[in-house]
């Protein structure tokens, strides 16, 4: 028998997959079940426990399978560790029964976006590719619905904190810089080591593409440089967007919906996987013309009386919000705020400091900015997303961008960062059709 703790995405995913093997499983979640997920356990006859875990205890499993929402904290994984019963990643499930080659992608920042433009590039070129893992459908029900080709896999640590012998044919990672440092005892060497595991098991036939910066380099264990080939990548862009990749210029990102050095970053790391593909310039730029990126990541919402209105709801930490202040080509008002993770602002300063026209302060508790950026820009301090956007409105001039970009998680005002982005849009329009009027 098979265990699956968590049926979010991933669980229910696993739990398809461990049913179309032949393997008899059983789901234990602590909450209430998403009713379609839970609808199709019943009609496949997939035996499930929610809101609350009791009959897992008297189980007796092979295996279990840990959904990345949960702990290691969390007392279902205390009780298996003390039984000494193997505990893995839905990543690592997915791996052990796929025969397609994997592209897989880890970083603090720029996942989604270099999972999602990778997987572009790839069917662009006209090969059988799905995205998979924290992006689209989990890895497992990808599977359990049928082979491709090629799985372009975006993986956090969360997961890769459980594998044992995924071994992708190609890792990247893209940076490594504080997040989630309350789930490895504010260590930066455990959460960097969680990262690298992505290499653990890659031998000298499989590649892993580095960019090049500090928060990686001082970080590489010793195991990676007797694994797999490794590709350092480096990148550039002059004031014309054209993109260089370790000296040579390559890209063109003027006429792409990309934009901003951290988008150069993301598209060198892809280029350099597909290119191991054998995929040509000429089709990955045809690719980043025609790419659009998921909402929530620097997405234009529409233009207001020549004021542009960006959703960067994502931005959940210190350094993604930096990239996207150094994206934009003039003045700013800046939205940030929400659940604070111990952010250290200091690192944005400068950019504040020559960009920023003033901060809107969204959130139950707005000290720390409030604090932090007294007298060194107007401070508003707002709590409802049509406040912060009508101040925006006030303090904006014509060229000017009224930017969401939180530097910290939804989860005082909001459900989740999907729910703030869109909180954004809805008062970005309100605010249109009163101009409209």
């Known amino acids: 028998m098979i265990i699956i703790l968590g049926c979010g995405e991933s669980g229910f995913g696993a739990a398809l997959l461990a049913q179309a093997q032949g393997l008899k499983v059983f789901v234990s979640d602590g909450s209430k079940i998403r009713e379609t997920f839970r ?33 290691d904290v969390a007392e279902p994984i205390q ?19 796929c025969t397609g080659k994997i592209i897989a992608i880890t970083g603090s920042n720029g996942k989604t976006t270099t999972t999602n433009l990778t997987h572009h590039i790839l069917v662009t070129a006209g090969l059988d590719a799905v995205k998979v893992g924290n992006v689209g459908v989990s890895f497992c029900r990808s599977l359990a619905a049928g082979a491709h080709q090629y799985y372009v896999v975006e993986v956090s640590s969360f997961q890769l904190d459980t594998t044992d012998r995924f071994q992708p044919d190609i890792a990247v990672i893209l940076n490594i810089t504080p997040d989630h440092l309350d789930r490895y005892g504010h260590d930066m060497g455990r959460y960097a080591a969680a990262k690298f595991r992505i290499a653990k098991n890659q031998h000298k036939e499989n590649h892993l593409i580095l960019y090049r910066d500090a928060g990686i380099e001082r970080y590489v264990p010793s195991m990676v440089l007797d694994g797999p080939q490794i590709h350092w990548v480096e990148t550039t862009m ?41 995929i040509t310039d000429e089709i990955i730029q045809r690719a980043v013309d025609s790419f659009v990126n998921d909402a929530h990541r ?25 990239w ?84 910290c998680a939804s989860f005082d005002l909001f459900s989740n960062y999907i729910h703030r982005g869109n909180e954004f849009r809805t008062a970005v329009m309100k605010l249109k059709t009163e101009y409209a009027a």
């Open 324 to 407: 996207a202040l150094d994206a934009m080509r003039t003045s700013i008002i800046w939205i940030a705020g929400g659940q604070d993770k111990g952010n250290d602002y200091t690192v944005i300063d400068p950019l504040v400091k020559t960009k920023v026209r003033a901060l809107i302060a969204l959130g139950k508790d707005n000290s720390k900015l409030l604090q932090h950026y007294e007298g060194i820009v107007p401070v508003f301090d707002t709590h409802a997303m049509e406040d912060a956007v009508r101040i925006g409105r006030q303090q904006a001039l014509e060229g000017d961008v009224v930017l969401l970009s939180p530097a």
């Open 238 to 278: 002059d004031d014309s967007e054209n993109v260089s990749i370790n000296g040579e210029t390559r890209f063109q990102l003027q006429h792409a919906r990309l934009k901003g050095r951290h988008n150069a970053m993301n598209l060198a790391c892809a280029a350099a996987a597909c290119s191991l593909l054998g």
């Open 39 to 71: 609808k199709e356990l019943i009609e496949r006859e997939i035996d499930f426990e929610e809101e609350g875990h009791s009959i897992i205890y008297d189980c007796h499993p092979e295996l279990v399978i840990q959904s990345p929402g949960i702990p």
């Open 79 to 97: 009780f298996f560790k003390e039984k000494k019963i193997a505990i893995i990643s839905e990543i690592e499930f997915a791996f052990r029964y």
């Open 298 to 322: 620097l997405e234009l919402i529409d233009v207001i009386n020549g004021v542009q209105y960006v959703n960067d709801s994502k931005a959940t930490n210190v350094d993604s919000v930096y």
